[in-house]
Each structure stands twice: as structure tokens, then as C-alpha cells.
């Protein structure tokens, strides 16, 4: 089946910055429509971060406008999340998404595994 598979996540300090890449397994994959980003951190629910179209149109929560930037390498069937001027309050863990269809005509929503973001000095 189709897999989302998350990298990029670790301990950063307060003003710092990560890249999260999140890569769509190939061969199934007909075309993706679709790719973001969510978090979720303790005790609350999970939140768009950001996402981005095929054509490249983006989207970001009021939050991260003008920290965080996301891009997509259609070729490799990967979303990027550049995250700068790191807060604590971004400490979460970050899932991928992608809205895709397959190549036996099935469209599906997938979720990458999460890989933990946690800004603390």
C-alpha cells in the first residue's frame, strides 16, 4: 500500500530551524493532488500546518505565516516543510498527508507516521 514516510524531526532550540521531507512511496501512485502538514501536540487536537496543491497554490495556519514555508518535488513525490524562527509552542508531533490517486483507481487520503518536533533550550 501506499506510504508516507516522515523525516527531518528532532530537538532544536528556541530560534532555530528543521526541514521535515515526507516522500510517497512509488509505483502505485498514479498522482497526488494534495500534500500538508498537521501537528498535534499533548492534550489538544490535531491542527493544519500547512499544505499545498498540485498546482502549487499553498495554505498555512495563522501561526506559522512567515516562519514556516512548504513545497513539493512532484517528480519525487515529496512535500518539504522548512520551519525557521522555531518556538517552543511549535513543540508537536508532525504527520504528512497526501490526497492521492492510485494507479487501479483508487483515491486515498494517507498519513505519514509523525516524527516528533520539540524546541526547548
Known amino acids: 500500500q501506499v506510504q508516507l514516510v516522515e523525516s527531518g524531526g528532532g530537538l532544536v532550540q528556541p530560534g532555530g530551524s528543521l526541514r521535515l521531507s515526507c516522500a510517497a512511496s512509488h509505483g502505485s501512485i498514479r498522482s497526488i493532488n494534495a500534500m500538508g502538514w498537521y501537528r498535534q501536540a499533548p492534550g489538544k487536537q490535531r491542527e493544519l500546518v500547512a499544505d499545498?496543491?498540485?498546482?502549487?497554490?499553498?495554505n498555512y495556519a495563522d501561526s506559522v505565516k512567515g516562519r514556516f514555508t512548504i513545497s513539493r518535488d512532484n517528480a519525487k513525490n515529496t512535500v518539504y516543510l522548512e520551519m525557521d524562527s522555531l518556538k517552543p509552542e511549535d513543540t508537536a508531533v508532525y504527520y504528512c498527508n497526501a490526497d492521492l490517486w492510485t494507479w487501479i483507481g483508487r483515491y486515498l487520503e494517507v498519513w505519514g507516521q509523525g516524527t516528533l518536533v520539540t524546541v526547548s533550550s
Open positions: 499545498i496543491t498540485s498546482g502549487g497554490s499553498t
